[in-house]
C-alpha cells in the first residue's frame, strides 16, 4: 500500500512566521501535490510537482512556495504567514502521468495562525 | 473543460438501507472519474475509479459507481448502509494531461441506528 506521510498532525503557528509542512510518500511516485481544504470550499490546489524540482502553480498559490528536492519529499512553504491561511492541509501522490492514476492522500496537517 | 457537481451536500440514510450519492460530470473528452471517502480528520481513501474499461465499476467496502455517458453521470451506490459508511465522499474528474484534478463539493453521508 502507498503511504503518504505528512510530518505533523496539528501546527499553531504565529503571524508572520515562516511555516514548512512536510509530505513524505514511499511508493517512488512521479507527481506530488498540496492541497488546503476549507468548509464550504472543498479542496483546492496550491501547487504540484511532476519531478524533481519541478513545480507548477496550481488554482491559489499566492502566499506559498514549494520545494522538491527529492522525489520521495515535498514541502509547502508559507513565506510570511496570516491568518487567513489557517486551513487543513493535504498531500498526495501519483504514479506517471496517465489520466487514471488515482492520488494517494496523507492524513492531513490541521494548520492554526494565531 | 472539465466540471463535476456532487447533487447533495448531504444524505441521510438508515442503517441496513440503499445508499446513492449523485455526481454529474462535464469533460469534453473521456474522463477519468473517481470517488473517495474521507473520514473525519483523515486523508482522502480512493474507493473506485472508472477509466472506460467497463461502466460498471466496483470499489472497496460494497460501493459501487456505474457510469453513463448519455446522461454525464457517475452515482455512487451500496446496496445496504453501515454505520461506518457515515463520512464525506467526494467525485473527482482529472483534466486533461492527468495532472490537475477537479473535486466535487463533497457530500456528507449519515447513517441513522
Known amino acids: 500500500d502507498v503511504k503518504v506521510t505528512q510530518s505533523s498532525r496539528y501546527l499553531v503557528k504565529r503571524t508572520g512566521e515562516k511555516v514548512f509542512l512536510e509530505c513524505v510518500q514511499d511508493?517512488?511516485?512521479?507527481?506530488m501535490f498540496w492541497y488546503r481544504q476549507d468548509p464550504g470550499l472543498g479542496l483546492r490546489l496550491i501547487y504540484f510537482?511532476?519531478?524533481?524540482?519541478?513545480?507548477e502553480k496550481g488554482d491559489i498559490p499566492e502566499g506559498y512556495s514549494v520545494s522538491r528536492e527529492k522525489k520521495e519529499r515535498f514541502s509547502l512553504i508559507l513565506e510570511s504567514a496570516s491568518t487567513n491561511q489557517t486551513s487543513m492541509y493535504l498531500c498526495?501522490?501519483?504514479?506517471?502521468?496517465?489520466?487514471?492514476?488515482?492520488?494517494?492522500f496523507g492524513d492531513g496537517t490541521r494548520l492554526s495562525i494565531l | 473543460a472539465q466540471s463535476v457537481t456532487q447533487l447533495d451536500s448531504h444524505v441521510s440514510v438508515s442503517e441496513g438501507t440503499p445508499v446513492l450519492l449523485r455526481c454529474n460530470y462535464s469533460?469534453?473528452?473521456?474522463?477519468?472519474l473517481f470517488w473517495y471517502v474521507q473520514h473525519p480528520n483523515k486523508g482522502l481513501q480512493l474507493l473506485l475509479k472508472?477509466?472506460?474499461?467497463?461502466?460498471l465499476v466496483k470499489g472497496i467496502n460494497g460501493f459501487e459507481a456505474e457510469f453513463k455517458k448519455s446522461e454525464t453521470s457517475f452515482h455512487l451506490t451500496k446496496p445496504s448502509a453501515h454505520m461506518s459508511d457515515a463520512a464525506e465522499y467526494f467525485c473527482?474528474?482529472?483534466?486533461?494531461?492527468?495532472?490537475?484534478?477537479?473535486f466535487g463539493a463533497g457530500t456528507r453521508l449519515f447513517v441513522k441506528a
Open positions: 498526495a501522490s501519483s504514479l506517471g502521468t496517465g489520466d487514471n492514476q488515482p492520488q494517494h
Open positions: 511508493m517512488d511516485h512521479e507527481n
Open positions: 510537482s511532476y519531478d524533481v524540482k519541478m513545480k
Open positions: 469533460s469534453s473528452y473521456s474522463p477519468s
Open positions: 472508472y477509466t472506460s474499461a467497463a461502466t
Open positions: 473527482v474528474v482529472t483534466r486533461t494531461g492527468g495532472f490537475k484534478t477537479i
